[in-house]
């Protein structure tokens, strides 16, 4: 993926989340975003209805599509494929962008 992001945003978008956010089951939600942690709180997730994205330790992260198999993906070639999920990622980051400005 062609995206590059700044760890400590995607961390106040977290943050602004659980925070000020709706509790849901196993974390909070605002707007279509939804915030989860893992058990030993090394790891958070954000995620919408098409992409998820995994906050590591050592402030790596993961971009996780709909459609993470280009072989499970009916009449799309591979080119079509990465840039329908660089189009989701784009969009749930300009979602991101959103809330890190609103809130």
Do not use: A, W
Request: glycine share 2%; charged share 25%; with cysteine.
């Amino acid at each position: 993926m062609k995206n590059s992001v700044d760890v400590r945003t995607l961390l106040s978008v977290y943050e602004k989340i659980k925070t000020q956010g709706k509790p849901i089951e196993f974390g909070s939600q605002l707007e279509d975003i939804k915030c989860t942690e893992s058990h030993d709180g090394y790891s958070v997730s954000l995620s919408d209805e098409h992409v998820s994205l995994d906050i590591n330790f050592h402030n790596t992260y993961h971009f996780h599509t709909m459609n993470e198999d280009p072989e499970s993906v009916i009449n799309q070639t591979t080119t079509e494929f990465h840039n329908n999920n660089e189009t989701q990622i784009q969009v749930f980051l300009k979602k991101l962008e959103e809330i890190d400005k609103n809130y």
